[in-house]
């Protein structure tokens, strides 16, 4: 399993690939009519230590917490162009997240006063409540690369200001693939196809390993586990 960072910068990768495709001016369109629906939720526990590497100690962290998004949209656009068919602008799609956790720490391992950093800041958590939906927008990506449609992109709060974290990423980064067709380009391009329909899914177990970094680059994750599911359905139908 690839681990959250990693799925995050891969995520974040495939949408700047695609923003910096070039779309020319005469090329081929294909325009279709979207109805798609994402869900991704994680429960999480984890343990973590600042600073990284000091000897005479450190201030460690415990928390745990939830995540759900969902997001959902009927009667969207997407427009394919070009022999890649590359995806000059973001599928918009309506959503919200559900976010909760709590904290303990820091609490201070050893003498981490003479690690010669900035004293520990305790983790903000003031957004976090499982009953509040909060609005936002996913702005979605659907690169196909050899054949299979993907779906990369992430979701952007209503709210300016957020202070819930969330260190699967569940949240904030959506990054999956439909596995049930090779030829959804050729689909595409193939004007007698009317409609595409194509769904997936995912399940994870998290382990210490995939928090990397879990609250800023000089913090270590000590232990760390948790699952996460993602479900999505995309049903395209051609416009022109």
């Not at 998290?206 to 928090?211: A, E, I, K, L, R």
Request: charged share 25%; hydrophobic share 35%.
């Amino acid at each position: 399993m690839a681990g959250v960072i990693a799925r995050f910068a891969a995520a974040v990768g495939a949408v700047a690939i695609v923003l910096a495709l070039p779309a020319a001016a005469h090329a081929k369109a294909y325009e279709f009519e979207v109805k798609m629906k994402v869900v991704q939720e994680s429960v999480w526990d984890l343990d973590f230590a600042f600073p990284r590497d000091c000897d005479e100690g450190r201030w460690i962290y415990s928390g745990n917490g939830y995540g759900y998004l969902e997001a959902n949209v009927k009667g969207g656009r997407v427009t394919f162009r070009g022999n890649d068919l590359e995806q000059p602008k973001a599928l918009k799609v309506p959503g919200y997240a559900i976010n909760d956790g709590e904290w303990t720490g820091p609490t201070p391992e050893g003498n981490p006063d003479e690690c010669g950093v900035q004293g520990p800041v305790p983790m903000n958590t003031s957004d976090c409540n499982p009953l509040i939906e909060r609005p936002g927008e996913l702005r979605a990506f659907l690169p196909i690369i050899r054949g299979k449609l993907f779906m990369v992109g992430g979701f952007y709060r209503d709210q300016t200001t957020f202070n819930c974290p969330d260190p699967t990423y569940y949240t904030g980064v959506v990054s999956t693939k439909s596995n049930q067709r090779r030829d959804v380009d050729d689909l595409i391009r193939d004007k007698r196809v009317r409609s595409i329909e194509l769904s997936g899914s995912r399940d994870e177990i998290f382990h210490v390993g995939d928090f990397e970094d879990p609250a800023g680059a000089n913090t270590v994750a000590l232990s760390g586990s948790g699952e996460g599911e993602h479900r999505w359905s995309i049903k395209l139908v051609r416009v022109r």
